[in-house]
Structures are given as C-alpha cells and as structure tokens.
Nanobody
Framework: QVQLVESGGGLVQAGDSLRLSCATS????????VGWFRQAPGKEREFVAA????????NYADSVKGRFTISGDNAKGTVSLQMNSLKAEDTAVYYC?????????????????WGQGTQVTVSS
C-alpha cells in the first residue's frame, strides 16, 4: 500500500523560506516520479515541481523556478521541497504525489497516489 505524508507547512512572511517534506512508503524506488502540486482557494490544482526517482531529473513550474528546489533521498524514502523567497501568491495547500510514468510529468491526472496536503500561508 502506497502512502504519502506531507509535513513542514506553516505561516510565514513574504521573503521567508520553508521546507516541505514528503515521507513515502510502499513505493518501489526507481520506478516512480514524485511531484508537488498546490491548490489555492477557488483555483485549480497546479503543478509545482517533480523529480524522477531513478535519474534525478527535475521539472519546475515557471512561477517557482529559481526559488524552489525539489530533492529526493532514496535511503530515507523522502522527497523535499525547499521554498525560498516566498510570496503571498505561493499561499496554498501543497500536495505530494507519486506517478507511475517513466518520465517527469506535470499533469495532475497522471499522478496515481496523493498525500493529504499541508497548508502554506505567506503573509505580505
């Protein structure tokens, strides 16, 4: 059974940093893509970043490039999202997700497993 559990969300001020973590279980490392998505009130779920578990290939949304960094730790089974220079528009519930795709994908319907989400609020 695959489980994804996010942690690290909170309330910060604009310009601050925050690190989200996704603890995974039940995944066969090397065969998954793990990504982060976010959803703000009244908006659709949007892609933030993803990493291929085997090759370390990453992909980022244009809105977070240069500010966010995704990384995976095979030994610990965790995927982290380091978020720097946070803006008010980054406020959302952030979800960790895993995909069976063989390449890094960005469409939320291509992801098979989801965590419950963690709230990130950035005050301006």
């Amino acid at each position: 059974q695959v489980q994804l559990v996010e942690s690290g969300g909170g309330l910060v001020q604009a310009g601050d940093s925050l690190r989200l973590s996704c603890a995974t279980s039940g995944l066969t490392f090397g065969n998954y893509v793990v990504g982060w998505f976010r959803q703000a009130p009244g908006k659709e779920r949007e892609f933030v970043a993803a990493v291929s578990w085997s090759g370390g290939v990453t992909n980022y949304a244009d809105s977070v490039k240069g500010r966010f960094t995704i990384s995976g730790d095979n030994a610990k089974g965790t995927v982290s999202l380091q978020m720097n220079s946070l803006k008010a528009e980054d406020t959302a519930v952030y979800y960790c997700a895993a995909s069976l795709a063989f390449r890094v994908v960005t469409f939320h319907k291509q992801y098979n497993y989801w965590g419950q989400g963690t709230q990130v609020t950035v005050s301006s």
